[in-house]
């Protein structure tokens, strides 16, 4: 890696995300002995400006960096670093220096997602569809996935494609009302195929 030092007197910026999750965890800053050390020792290490010298992530509180990748950016001069994390990373104990929670996210699933368990959680005054379908119980919720996935192969059969994909949906937003309905969330699905993927 040609890593452009002089930008910044000497410092590069390194973005710390988690392997996992993609969520960014820290900024830190890094010298050329700084990366050296993390690359030997496959723990996230930094200048600390604070302190003037290396310092290795968890050094003191144990929540250490584990590396497992290292991307350099178009103009070689910004580190994306990414890790599997132990423990919290931010210094008040946050999984984020965001103060976020480090959990994966589907994007407009994981939106969906919230929407679904906000009508839920209030279907008493809610008079959308998903809150009915909550009003009228698991049994209810489980037909309309029953049906949902029917159709599904009824239209994979056919070639109308649009068709397919309007199924398809509809069995995708049925299915994550009764994985809520069943206390769940698309996390939980997603560990049990990566447990089958080991």
């Known amino acids: 890696m040609e890593i452009d030092y002089k930008k910044n007197n000497g410092l590069v910026p390194a973005i710390i995300q988690d392997a996992e999750t993609d969520k960014v965890l820290m900024l830190g800053y890094m010298n050329e002995e700084a990366l050296k050390v993390t690359i030997d020792t496959k723990q996230v290490t930094f200048f600390s400006r ?8 968890g050094e003191e509180s144990g929540n250490v960096l584990h590396l497992i990748e290292i991307k350099l950016d178009c103009d070689n001069d910004t580190l994306l670093i990414r890790v599997n994390p132990h423990g919290p990373v931010c210094h008040k104990g946050s999984d984020t220096c965001w103060n976020e929670d480090n959990t994966q996210s589907f994007g407009f699933l994981s939106n969906l997602e919230s929407v679904i368990e906000n009508r839920k ?3 008493s005054k809610d008079t959308s569809y998903v809150a009915s379908l909550f009003a009228k119980g698991i049994n209810k919720i ?17 070639n109308d494609d649009t068709l397919f994909l309007d199924e398809s949906a509809d069995l995708l937003f049925h299915y994550m009302i009764l994985l809520q309905a069943k206390g769940f969330k698309l996390n ?4 049990v195929l990566k447990n089958r993927e080991k």
């Open 121 to 123: 959680n209030n279907a």
């Open 188 to 191: 939980d699905v997603v560990e």
């Open 142 to 158: 489980a037909q309309k996935v029953g049906e949902e996935a029917v159709e599904v192969v009824i239209e994979a059969k056919d």
């Open 50 to 57: 604070t302190k003037q010298r290396l310092w290795t992530k």
